[in-house]
């Protein structure tokens, strides 16, 4: 069975307080959002908080006592209420959280206030994040204030107030065995749907409809949702990055690039497919992708513990450069069209970032202003492209043609495991499949 269960949380708390030594930790989860009217956004929760409670019910928050580096944890969350559970689903409840989440203590969300101070009298140092302007940052402040009040009983307040994100985004960084395990489920997830998107095509006359497929096959397969707002452009509105729309008809004769993933038990997806919406790649499209494509396989083989994160990506700016200059888009060396920036024109964006609970995760890319080393364990995409847009300057063939190639890899002890191969990527597997 893939999944997380409450003592995997409970060791998560286990390792931060041991690297936090001594303080009380506080940390809320996300709030609800209001979409209009009396409405709400559908509910997600804190990245941070989910990956040390698996809680996914709003209005909690978790405080961790710890002393010698051991904790003493106690949730706060909304208590049972048979009235609201009615309209709005069953609560957890502090009773049954303290065994289920394995807590030392739980209670109401409405008490907080009260016992805050009590939990930070006496103590030097509060871990938490600041500078949000939460509740609880001014349910922070109310205690401390509190306890300053009662100094001639001779207590005191925290003088410390450290911000704590990135001790937990370093923890967030190096995937466990069994975040693997659902980084892997959420990638075959996804890759289905990009294989299932390429057949669909065929029937399709709007980008929407081949929104619908992939957001069918993420429903269909148990996913929470999409990780991100899923990108499908066809033709040149594949040449804006953050396309959303999803709104255009359809010219089969042009390429259509999707980037859509997943979010699988809190973990993203994040896939991008380039292929020709006839079946078959025109001859100016097959040579751009193939330039797109040798970039990204020769980024991925230059991957291994112990690089720094930054080379791949110059990897991949080096084929792609090469491939320019082979095309006749870009004039010169290949280090000179790299010195001068020129290929820039055509490809504007970096070649991966960090993945995890969130789509861009969280973790340093630079350790003391040298880009980070690649350890194993650490999971992102790699994601090469180009785009040259309808009124690009260049010959009029290659105009509308914005192509990107997005696999998610795992850092392995030997090289890499690609997460999402099972999305059809070659030429000749794209054009197989599609004319099956
Ligand atoms: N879909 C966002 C990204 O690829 O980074
Ligand atoms: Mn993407
Ligand atoms: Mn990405």
């Not at 961790?64 to 689903?89: N, R, T, V």
């Not at 394995?102 to 994040?129: C, G, K, P, V």
């Not at 060396?333 to 055509?346: A, C």
């Amino acid at each position: 069975m893939i999944g997380l269960i409450e003592q995997d949380f409970k060791q998560r708390r286990q390792r931060l307080a041991r690297t936090l030594k001594e303080g009380v930790f506080i940390l809320c989860t996300a709030p609800q959002v209001i979409r209009n009217a009396d409405t709400h956004f559908n509910y997600r929760w804190d990245s941070n908080f989910h990956y040390l409670t698996g809680f996914k019910e709003p209005n909690a928050v978790l405080l961790m006592i710890i002393h010698d580096g051991l904790s003493q944890d106690i949730l706060f969350c909304q208590p049972k209420d048979p009235d609201k559970e009615i309209w709005d689903g069953l609560r957890l409840g502090p009773e049954a959280a303290v065994e289920e989440l394995a807590m030392d203590e739980a209670y109401s969300i409405h008490e907080l206030n009260d016992r805050l101070s009590h939990y930070l009298t006496d103590q030097t140092t509060i871990f938490s994040t600041w500078g949000n302007k939460s509740p609880l940052e001014e349910s922070i402040v109310n205690a401390i204030n509190d306890i300053k009040s009662r100094a001639r009983q001779g207590v005191s307040a925290p003088s410390q107030w450290v911000d704590v994100l990135s001790s937990i985004h370093e923890m967030r960084l190096i995937k466990d065995s069994s975040e693997i395990a659902i980084l892997r489920h959420g990638a075959n997830i996804a890759a289905r749907a990009h294989n299932r998107s390429m057949l669909a095509i065929k029937d399709a006359r709007y980008e929407y409809e081949i929104e619908a497929v992939i957001l069918h096959e993420f429903k269909h397969s148990g996913a929470d949702a999409p990780a991100y707002p899923s990108i499908v452009a066809a033709g040149n509105h594949a040449t804006i990055l953050h396309y959303i729309e999803n709104n255009g008809s359809l010219n089969k004769k042009d390429l259509m690039l999707i980037d859509a993933g997943c979010e699988w038990q809190g973990y993203a997806s994040d896939i991008t497919r380039t292929f020709p919406m006839s079946g078959s790649f025109s001859g100016v499209q097959k040579e751009l992708y193939e330039i797109v494509l040798d970039a990204q396989m020769k980024a991925i083989d230059c991957i291994k513990p112990g690089i720094q994160f930054n080379d791949y990506h110059l990897c991949a700016v080096r084929a792609l450069v090469a491939g320019l200059i082979d095309l006749k888009l870009c004039t010169g060396t290949v280090d000179g069209v790299i010195e001068s920036g020129d290929y820039r024109r055509f490809y504007m964006h970096r070649t991966g970032h960090w993945l995890g609970r969130d789509v861009h995760d969280v973790g340093q890319y630079s350790v003391e202003g040298q880009s980070r080393r690649l350890e194993p364990g650490m999971v992102m995409t790699v994601e090469p492209g180009l785009y040259i847009r309808a009124d690009s300057s260049v010959p009029e063939q290659f105009h509308g043609i914005g192509i990107r190639i997005e696999d998610d890899v795992l850092v392995t002890h030997q090289g890499v495991e690609i997460l999402t191969n099972q999305a059809y990527k070659t030429v000749d597997e794209i054009e197989s499949w599609m004319n099956q």
